[in-house]
């Protein structure tokens, strides 16, 4: 080999090396833009995530309050009266609809139905005062469900 064939071999490897040196710098540069991106995204995910738990105690904390709220602030009341000419001629199973209703918290008691049905479970206390003509005998019964 001649000292042109050798200069000739080093020019040709010398325009390689600098191709391959320009290919790996271009994927240096690629590589720590990726990493920026990659950099970025880990960011933004672990704000998402930081939101996301916020967001998520937040709605855990009204669940808690409006479980609590209605155990503790549900009020169930009803007073209602009936006149005497409105209490005749009643069917069996027939609901009372009483014609003056005083208190409804709750709005338990369906004034139009007449039928009251339990927002919660718990103990309801129902009391009745009925005034007849002596002599007259009345049936009445508080039915639950459908049960008699």
Avoid at 21 to 49: C, D, F, P
């Amino acid at each position: 080999m001649t000292s042109d064939d050798i200069e000739r071999t080093l020019s040709a490897l010398a325009e390689k090396n600098e191709a391959l040196e320009y290919g790996l710098n271009t994927l240096r540069n690629e590589l720590e833009l990726e990493r920026q991106h990659n950099e970025r995204l880990r960011n933004e995910m672990m704000s998402m995530a930081d939101q996301l738990k916020k967001h998520v105690t937040l709605v855990n904390s009204m669940n808690m309050s409006s479980i609590k709220r209605q155990l503790t602030d549900v009020t169930v009341a009803f007073t209602a009266t009936i006149r005497p000419p409105n209490l005749t001629g009643l069917n069996s199973g027939q609901p009372i609809i009483f014609d003056r209703v005083i208190t409804n918290s709750g709005t338990a008691y369906d004034s139009g139905t007449g039928i009251f049905t339990a927002p919660v479970r718990g103990y309801y206390v129902f009391h009745m005062d009925i005034l007849m003509e002596p002599g007259e005998n009345e049936y009445l019964q508080f039915v639950k469900g459908m049960e008699y």
